[in-house]
Nanobody, 115 residues
Framework: VQLVESGGGLVQPGGSLRLSCTAS????????MSWYRQTPGKERERVAE????????DYAQFVKGRFTISRDNDKNTVYLQMNSLTPDDTAVYYC?????????WGQGTQVTVSS
């Protein structure tokens, strides 16, 4: 199982970024996918989750109305569109899936929101 995130970077407050996570080594379309984020000294927190069909979406309260999770099962990729970014969104963002009782994580992509 491999998850590779991309799309992070430096953005000004109010700006947008789209993160991608490309998966391999498992049947992507059969599993839910999630995005998490973590800042130094804090626990990793769930940002958004999407079911395997892409028909059920769930968001943390702090990103509702600003972030959108989506997936393309033909491309084995899950996305996180992030709008109206604030400095509080600065973090390393990770994608995750769970196969059975095992969680698999990507290496993370840094998002920095600063003027």
């Amino acid at each position: 199982v491999q998850l590779v995130e991309s799309g992070g970077g430096l953005v000004q407050p109010g700006g947008s970024l789209r993160l991608s996570c490309t998966a391999s080594g498992f049947t992507f379309r059969s599993y839910a996918m999630s995005w998490y984020r973590q800042t130094p000294g804090k626990e990793r927190e769930r940002v958004a989750e999407i079911n395997r069909a892409g028909s059920k979406l769930d968001y943390a309260q702090f990103v509702k109305g600003r972030f959108t999770i989506s997936r393309d099962n033909d491309k084995n990729t899950v996305y996180l569109q992030m709008n109206s970014l604030t400095p509080d969104d600065t973090a390393v963002y990770y994608c995750k899936t769970r196969l059975g009782f095992v969680d698999y994580w990507g290496q993370g992509t840094q998002v920095t929101v600063s003027s």
